[in-house]
């Protein structure tokens, strides 16, 4: 930096997702482009593959982890995005399986300190709405202003996105 030269101001806003199938992705792409916000993907250790996904099938592995509960803790290569304390507001996207937010969500949502933060969920689906799925992700912690949750459709466009915050009182 010069002698004069403002420092550079970061974003004050983070949109955290885990996409399956990529539609989840595409809308946080789009919401992180309209707000010029940060971005962090939720990465599992343990990756899903197509067969994995395949809810149709009993014995895969989102099969197997919606019967028994004890299988869905997902470790994440990283729980925390780096300076996770300088976000005031931070947006948090994931596919709803079986009405529930995807469980790639839990250990992000365990293990970070929201107070003070403003957090924003929202889904995709293609049939399922966002139903309680995200007053039970704020059931697991104990911190941060937690707005309701919204499915959106993976085509939102960033007019769509701006109309959304804006209904919510969200600002860059």
């Known amino acids: 930096m ?3 030269d403002a420092p550079e101001s970061r974003p ?3 949109v955290v997702h885990y996409s399956a199938h990529g539609h989840t992705r595409r809308v946080a792409e789009t919401i992180t482009r309209t707000l010029g916000a940060d971005a962090f993907v939720l990465a599992p250790v343990d990756a899903y593959s197509e067969p994995d996904l395949d809810y149709n099938d009993p014995r895969s592995r989102v099969s197997r982890e919606h019967i028994d509960r004890s299988l869905r803790h997902v470790a994440l290569a990283q729980d925390t995005p780096d300076g ?4 005031g507001t931070v947006l948090v996207g994931y596919p709803i399986w079986w009405g529930e937010a995807s469980w790639v969500l839990g250990d992000f949502v365990r293990n970070n300190d ?5 957090v924003v969920p929202f889904c995709t689906s293609f049939s399922s709405p966002v139903g309680a799925s995200a007053r039970e992700l704020a059931a697991q912690t104990t911190t941060g202003d937690w707005r309701p949750g919204t499915r959106l459709e993976a085509s939102i466009d960033a007019d769509g996105v701006r109309r959304w915050l804006d209904r919510l009182g969200v600002e860059a």
């Open 2 to 4: 010069t002698t004069g």
């Open 84 to 87: 996770f304390a300088d976000y």
């Open 12 to 14: 004050t806003t983070l």
């Open 114 to 118: 929201f107070t003070g933060k403003t």
